[in-house]
C-alpha cells in the first residue's frame, strides 16, 4: 500500500517524528500564549491558519534537515509573538504609521490565501498521488507553496503591518466578520482596549478601592499603557497639543457643554446656534436660556436641499453676531465643529478669527464630539476656542462614556470669566490635578473609559492625528466615488473628513437589509439618509466591501416580486 521507498523514509525516523510532534505542541502553546496576550479571540483565527500551514509543510518534508527548518520556523512565529507587546513598550510610539497603500495589503492577503488553498488542494490529491510515485513532485510543489504562504504571513504580520492594532487579523477574511460604520458602537473593539480593560479587571476582581486598584491607578502597571493618572493626562496633552491644566473629563460631551454654558451664560447673555445641532445640545441650550434669548439659524431645510455650504453657514453666523453685538451683554455662540447628520465642517480657525472682530463679549463654544478622532483638533484650533467639547467614546474609540472638555484661560480672562473655575468640577478624576492621596473610595465612577481612553491615545499619538485624519479622509472620498455610480446622492459633496452621508430611496430598507443579510451596521438619520463613518480601524478594502453590499442590497430590493413586498405599508 502506498509507496514503499515513503513508508520506509517515515518508519526510520519515528524517533525524529516524535520530537517534532514535542516541538509541534510546544509551538502551538506559545502561540496560544501569545495569541491570549495580544488580543485573545482576534488572534485565533490567524493562528490557526498558521498552525495548519506549519503541520502541513512537516507532514510533507521527509527530509529530517527539511523538517526541522520547518519545526524551527514555526518555534520562531511564538517569542515573536510574545515580545512583542516588549518591543512595543521599548521603542518609541512615533514609529508607528498607517499604511501607505491599503491596496498593497490587501493584495499581500490575496496572495497568501491562494497559495493556502492551492495548497489544500494539493493535500485533496495526496493519496493518488503516492499510489502514482509522483509523491517527489507534489512534496516538492508543497515546500514550495507553504514557504510562499509562510512569507508572504510573516511579512504581513511583522514586515509590513497594516496596523499594529489591526481589529481583523490575517486570516479573518476566510470567515465574513461584521463591519460597523457607526463609531458609536466602536467602543471597546481595538485590540489594545480589550487587552488593557482585562488587566485592569483582574486587577480590580476582588474590590475596585482595593490598594492594589488604587496603586495601579496611581502609578500603572508593568506590560500594560496604564502609566497612572498623572500619565494619562499626559496623553490627553500630548494629543491635543496643550497643557494638561486646559483639559478638564465629564460624563459625556454634552456633560462637558453643561458645564461650559454654565460658566459662560448670565441672565442677560443671548445665544447664536443652528438647528443642526444634535438632539441633546438643542435640549441643553432650551434648558438653560430662555427661547427670546436665542438665535437659530435654519439650516436644515437648506442642507437638505443642497443649497448650503460651510462657508455660508459661518457668514451667517458671522453677521447674526454682529448684529446681536451692537447692543449690550456677553453673545455666547454655540456651534458644531462637524455636523453629525450631514458631515458638514466648520472651519473653526476661520470663524474665530471673524468672531474674535465682534469684540471680547463673544464667547466661542464647539461642539466636537464628531471631530476629535474624526480630523485633526489640536493646538491651532483649541487656541481659538474659549471652550471645545470632544468625546472620547466615538472616533477616539474609548469605551462609553467620556467627555473632553478643553478651555482657553486667556480667552475667558479677555470675556471677563474666571478662568479657574473651569477647574472647579466636583468629579474624581476630572482634572490633571486631581488629589489621589485623598479619599475617593465612596465617590462612584467608571475608570473604564479612562483606562480604554488612554490606549487608544497612545495608538492615536504614535501614528499622528493629522495621518489618521488623511486616511479617514481618504476613506471616505473613496466611498463617496463609489457609491455615487449606485445612484447614492451625497448630503455634503464636499468630503472633508470620515463621514458621509448619503440619500437613498426607501433608506430605512436598506438598512435592514444591510443589518439583516449583509452583517453591515450604519446609522438612520433623517427619512431617507444613511450615515456612514469611516475610522482609524478602517481600510480600503472595507470600503470596498461595503459598496459591495450596497451593491447586492439595492439589487435584491429592485428585484421583481420583491418590490411590490417591500412597498406594502409605505
Same mark, same amino acid.
Given at each position: 500500500?502506498g509507496?514503499?521507498?515513503?513508508?520506509?523514509?517515515?518508519?526510520?525516523?519515528?524517533?525524529?517524528?516524535?520530537?517534532?510532534?514535542?516541538?509541534?505542541?510546544v509551538?502551538?502553546?506559545?502561540?496560544?500564549?501569545?495569541?491570549?496576550?495580544?488580543?485573545?479571540?482576534?488572534?485565533?483565527?490567524?493562528?490557526?491558519?498558521?498552525?495548519?500551514?506549519?503541520?502541513?509543510?512537516?507532514?510533507?518534508?521527509?527530509?529530517?534537515?527539511?523538517?526541522?527548518?520547518?519545526?524551527?520556523?514555526?518555534?520562531?512565529?511564538?517569542?515573536?509573538?510574545?515580545?512583542?507587546?516588549?518591543?512595543?513598550?521599548?521603542?518609541?510610539?512615533?514609529?508607528?504609521s498607517?499604511?501607505?497603500?491599503?491596496?498593497?495589503?490587501?493584495?499581500?492577503?490575496?496572495?497568501?490565501?491562494?497559495?493556502?488553498?492551492?495548497?489544500?488542494?494539493?493535500?485533496?490529491?495526496?493519496?493518488?498521488?503516492l499510489?502514482?510515485?509522483?509523491?517527489?513532485?507534489?512534496?516538492?510543489?508543497?515546500?514550495?507553496?507553504?514557504?510562499?504562504?509562510?512569507?508572504?504571513?510573516?511579512?504581513?504580520?511583522?514586515?509590513?503591518?497594516?496596523?499594529?492594532?489591526?481589529?481583523?487579523?490575517?486570516?479573518?477574511?476566510?470567515?465574513?466578520?461584521?463591519? #460597523?460604520?457607526? =463609531?458609536?458602537?466602536?467602543? %471597546?473593539? +481595538? *485590540?489594545?482596549v &480589550?487587552?488593557? @480593560?482585562?488587566?485592569?479587571r483582574?486587577?480590580?476582581?476582588?474590590?475596585?478601592?482595593?490598594?492594589?486598584?488604587?496603586?495601579?491607578?496611581?502609578?500603572?502597571?508593568?506590560?500594560?499603557?496604564?502609566?497612572?493618572?498623572?500619565?494619562?493626562?499626559?496623553?490627553?496633552?500630548?494629543?491635543?497639543?496643550?497643557?494638561?491644566?486646559?483639559?478638564?473629563?465629564?460624563?459625556?460631551?454634552?456633560?462637558?457643554?453643561?458645564?461650559?454654558?454654565?460658566?459662560?451664560?448670565?441672565?442677560?447673555?443671548?445665544?447664536?446656534?443652528?438647528?443642526?445641532?444634535?438632539?441633546?445640545?438643542?435640549?441643553?441650550?432650551?434648558?438653560?436660556?430662555? #427661547?427670546?434669548? =436665542?438665535?437659530?439659524?435654519? %439650516?436644515? +431645510? *437648506?442642507?437638505? &436641499?443642497?443649497? @448650503?455650504?460651510?462657508?455660508?453657514?459661518?457668514?451667517e453666523?458671522?453677521?447674526?453676531?454682529?448684529?446681536?453685538?451692537a447692543?449690550?451683554g456677553?453673545?455666547?455662540?454655540?456651534?458644531?465643529?462637524?455636523?453629525?447628520?450631514?458631515?458638514?465642517?466648520?472651519?473653526?480657525?476661520?470663524?474665530?478669527?471673524?468672531?474674535?472682530?465682534?469684540?471680547?463679549?463673544?464667547?466661542?463654544v464647539?461642539?466636537?464630539?464628531?471631530?476629535?478622532?474624526?480630523?485633526?483638533?489640536?493646538?491651532?484650533?483649541?487656541?481659538?476656542?474659549?471652550?471645545?467639547?470632544?468625546?472620547?467614546?466615538?472616533?477616539?474609540?474609548?469605551?462609553?462614556?467620556?467627555?473632553?472638555?478643553?478651555?482657553?484661560?486667556?480667552?475667558?480672562?479677555?470675556?471677563?470669566?474666571?478662568?479657574?473655575?473651569?477647574?472647579?468640577i466636583?468629579?474624581?478624576?476630572?482634572?490633571?490635578?486631581?488629589?489621589?492621596?485623598?479619599?475617593?473610595?465612596?465617590?462612584s465612577?467608571?475608570?473604564?473609559?479612562?483606562?480604554?481612553l488612554?490606549?487608544?491615545?497612545?495608538?492615536?499619538?504614535?501614528?499622528?492625528?493629522?495621518?489618521?485624519?488623511?486616511?479617514?479622509?481618504?476613506?471616505?472620498?473613496?466611498?463617496?466615488?463609489?457609491?455615487?455610480?449606485?445612484?447614492?446622492?451625497?448630503?455634503?459633496?464636499?468630503?472633508?473628513?470620515?463621514?458621509?452621508?448619503?440619500?437613498?430611496?426607501h433608506?430605512d430598507?436598506?438598512?435592514?437589509?444591510?443589518?439583516?443579510?449583509?452583517?453591515?451596521?450604519?446609522?438612520?438619520?433623517?427619512?431617507?439618509?444613511?450615515?456612514?463613518?469611516?475610522?482609524?480601524?478602517?481600510?480600503?478594502?472595507?470600503?470596498?466591501?461595503?459598496?459591495?453590499?450596497?451593491?447586492?442590497?439595492?439589487?435584491?430590493?429592485?428585484?421583481?416580486?420583491?418590490?411590490?413586498?417591500?412597498?406594502?405599508?409605505?
Amino acid at each position: 500500500m502506498g509507496n514503499p521507498r515513503l513508508t520506509s523514509a517515515f518508519s526510520r525516523y519515528d524517533g525524529f517524528k516524535a520530537f517534532s510532534l514535542i516541538c509541534a505542541v510546544v509551538a502551538f502553546t506559545m502561540l496560544l500564549v501569545a495569541a491570549a496576550s495580544r488580543g485573545g479571540v482576534h488572534e485565533l483565527e490567524n493562528l490557526v491558519s498558521q498552525l495548519w500551514l506549519s503541520f502541513i509543510s512537516a507532514y510533507w518534508i521527509t527530509h529530517p534537515v527539511l523538517l526541522l527548518i520547518s519545526i524551527l520556523g514555526l518555534l520562531a512565529v511564538g517569542p515573536l509573538n510574545l515580545l512583542q507587546p516588549l518591543f512595543d513598550r521599548v521603542v518609541p510610539q512615533q514609529q508607528a504609521s498607517l499604511p501607505a497603500d491599503d491596496e498593497f495589503d490587501s493584495r499581500l492577503r490575496t496572495v497568501n490565501v491562494l497559495l493556502l488553498s492551492v495548497l489544500a488542494a494539493l493535500v485533496a490529491v495526496t493519496v493518488p498521488a503516492l499510489h502514482l510515485g509522483i509523491h517527489r513532485w507534489t512534496r516538492i510543489l508543497a515546500i514550495s507553496l507553504a514557504a510562499g504562504a509562510g512569507l508572504s504571513s510573516y511579512y504581513a504580520a511583522f514586515v509590513r503591518p497594516a496596523r499594529r492594532s489591526e481589529l481583523r487579523p490575517l486570516a479573518s477574511f476566510h470567515f465574513p466578520t461584521s463591519l #460597523s460604520f457607526d =463609531v458609536a458602537s466602536m467602543g %471597546g473593539e +481595538a *485590540r489594545e482596549v &480589550a487587552r488593557e @480593560l482585562s488587566a485592569y479587571r483582574e486587577i480590580r476582581a476582588i474590590s475596585p478601592v482595593s490598594e492594589r486598584a488604587q496603586k495601579f491607578l496611581k502609578s500603572g502597571k508593568d506590560n500594560m499603557s496604564w502609566g497612572g493618572y498623572a500619565h494619562f493626562f499626559q496623553e490627553l496633552s500630548r494629543y491635543f497639543g496643550i497643557v494638561a491644566s486646559r483639559i478638564t473629563l465629564h460624563e459625556n460631551t454634552t456633560a462637558a457643554l453643561r458645564h461650559a454654558l454654565g460658566l459662560v451664560l448670565d441672565d442677560g447673555s443671548r445665544v447664536v446656534t443652528t438647528d443642526m445641532e444634535y438632539g441633546s445640545v438643542k435640549a441643553l441650550i432650551k434648558d438653560l436660556v430662555p #427661547s427670546d434669548q =436665542v438665535t437659530t439659524i435654519e %439650516g436644515h +431645510a *437648506r442642507l437638505m &436641499a443642497s443649497n @448650503l455650504t460651510s462657508r455660508s453657514l459661518e457668514d451667517e453666523v458671522i453677521e447674526r453676531t454682529k448684529n446681536l453685538a451692537a447692543t449690550d451683554g456677553r453673545i455666547v455662540v454655540i456651534i458644531s465643529h462637524i455636523f453629525y447628520e450631514s458631515a458638514l465642517q466648520i472651519d473653526v480657525a476661520s470663524l474665530a478669527d471673524e468672531l474674535k472682530s465682534c469684540g471680547e463679549n463673544v464667547v466661542l463654544v464647539m461642539d466636537g464630539a464628531q471631530a476629535g478622532g474624526n480630523v485633526d483638533v489640536g493646538k491651532d484650533i483649541l487656541d481659538r476656542c474659549h471652550f471645545y467639547a470632544v468625546s472620547g467614546h466615538k472616533w477616539l474609540l474609548s469605551t462609553p462614556t467620556i467627555g473632553i472638555l478643553t478651555h482657553r484661560p486667556r480667552l475667558l480672562q479677555a470675556s471677563g470669566i474666571d478662568s479657574d473655575s473651569a477647574l472647579g468640577i466636583r468629579r474624581p478624576f476630572a482634572t490633571f490635578d486631581f488629589d489621589m492621596e485623598g479619599d475617593y473610595s465612596r465617590q462612584s465612577i467608571d475608570i473604564e473609559p479612562l483606562v480604554s481612553l488612554n490606549a487608544m491615545l497612545q495608538e492615536f499619538n504614535g501614528v499622528g492625528a493629522s495621518n489618521v485624519a488623511e486616511h479617514n479622509r481618504r476613506l471616505a472620498e473613496q466611498f463617496a466615488s463609489n457609491v455615487t455610480r449606485l445612484g447614492g446622492r451625497i448630503v455634503t459633496p464636499e468630503i472633508s473628513n470620515g463621514i458621509v452621508s448619503v440619500r437613498f430611496d426607501h433608506s430605512d430598507r436598506l438598512r435592514d437589509e444591510l443589518e439583516r443579510v449583509e452583517n453591515v451596521t450604519c446609522q438612520k438619520l433623517d427619512k431617507d439618509i444613511l450615515r456612514f463613518s469611516f475610522h482609524y480601524y478602517m481600510s480600503s478594502s472595507d470600503v470596498n466591501r461595503l459598496t459591495s453590499a450596497i451593491q447586492r442590497s439595492l439589487r435584491r430590493l429592485r428585484a421583481p416580486g420583491l418590490r411590490e413586498r417591500f412597498g406594502r405599508g409605505r
